[in-house]
Structure formats: C-alpha cells, structure tokens
C-alpha cells in the first residue's frame, strides 16, 4: 500500500526558505510521477511542482518558477521541495503526490496522497 509522508513545514519569515520532504513507501517508487501540491484556506487546490520518474523533467506552477525547486532520489524513495524567497502567498498546506504514466502535466491525475505539511509564511 503506498503510503507518502511529508515533513519539513513550518513557520518562516518572508523571503526566508524551506526544504519539504516526501518519504514514498509501499510499492516501487522509481516508476511513478511525482508532485508537490498546495491548499490554502478558502481556496482550491493548486499544483506547484512536479517531477518526472527519472527526475529528468520538471514542471512549474507560475506561482512556483524561479523560486522553487523540485528534486528526487530514486535510491532514497524521496522527493523534495526546494522553497527559496517565501511569500505570504505561499501560506499553505503543502501535499506531496505520485501517479503512474498519464500524460504530462496531468495535474489532474495525481492519485496517491500524502497528509500535508503546513507552511505559514509570515510578512
């Protein structure tokens, strides 16, 4: 059973950063699509980033371009989230999310969930 667990959230100042953690377990890890997405209260949930199963490619939000950055380690079933210049606007919970194949961006698509990691961003 695929289970995904982010860590790494809190509370930071504007302009300040972050590193988000997403530990995969559960099933083969080297294979699926990954992607970090967000929530903030009242609002919908947005994309953010997403990462190709070789980590070769990688996808922005416009919110997310230049300031964050997404990467993984197919030996360490882990994906992280990079989060450089942190804006109130970020202020969120953070999921992390995974998907076999589909097409790309497929934002859509992601069909495993983590529990979240709240990010506050404070001005």
């Known amino acids: 059973q695929v289970h995904l667990a982010e860590s790494g959230g809190g509370s930071v100042q504007a302009g300040g950063s972050l590193r988000l953690s997403c530990q995969f377990t559960?099933?083969?890890?080297?294979?699926?699509?990954m992607g970090w997405f967000r929530q903030a209260p009242g609002k919908e949930r947005e994309g953010v980033a997403i990462?190709?199963?070789?980590?070769?490619?990688?996808t922005y939000a416009d919110s997310a371009r230049g300031r964050f950055t997404i990467s993984r380690d197919n030996a360490k079933n882990t994906v992280w989230l990079q989060m450089d210049g942190l804006k109130p606007d970020d202020t969120a919970t953070y999921f992390c999310?995974?998907?076999?194949?589909?097409?790309?961006?497929?934002?859509?698509?992601?069909?495993?969930w983590g529990q979240g990691t709240q990010v506050t961003v404070s001005s």
């Open positions: 999310a995974a998907k076999i194949g589909g097409t790309w961006p497929g934002w859509d698509e992601y069909n495993y």
């Open positions: 559960g099933d083969t890890f080297r294979d699926k699509r």
């Open positions: 990462i190709s199963a070789p980590g070769l490619t990688k």
